[in-house]
């Protein structure tokens, strides 16, 4: 069992950064894979950013790739967003979770979610 704690979200200029981090309790963490979520007022939770385990694979959806980085820390059980120019199309609440079975954009594939940090860029 893993619990997960998001902070860092805040209110931002266009062209600003924050950086988000979720804390892990556990002793395993090491072993899930960490992915980063999001979602807007009326939409549907999106996939933003996942690493795995080894921090061998990541991978980011098109619609952040080239401004966010994700990375971990397995010795301070903590995984990091960094979000670099960020617009307001980012607006959203931000949402990390865990998968024992490898990260990927289906929902379905994370048994263990954060509460959420809220993220808001003003134009």
């Known amino acids: 069992q893993v619990q997960l704690v998001e902070s860092g979200g805040g209110l931002v200029q266009a062209g600003g950064s924050l950086r988000l981090s979720c804390a892990a309790s556990g002793r395993t963490f090491s072993s899930y894979a960490m992915s980063w979520f999001r979602q807007a007022p009326g939409k549907e939770r999106e996939f933003v950013a996942g690493?795995?385990?080894?921090?061998?694979?990541?991978y980011y959806s098109n619609s952040v790739k080239g401004r966010f980085t994700i990375s971990r820390d397995n010795a301070k059980s903590t995984v990091y967003l960094q979000m670099n120019s960020l617009k307001p199309e980012d607006t959203a609440g931000y949402y990390c979770a865990a998968s024992t079975t490898g990260w990927g954009v289906d929902l379905r594939r994370y048994a263990h979610w954060g509460q959420g940090t809220q993220v808001t860029v003003s134009s």
């Open positions: 690493i795995s385990w080894s921090t061998n694979n990541i």
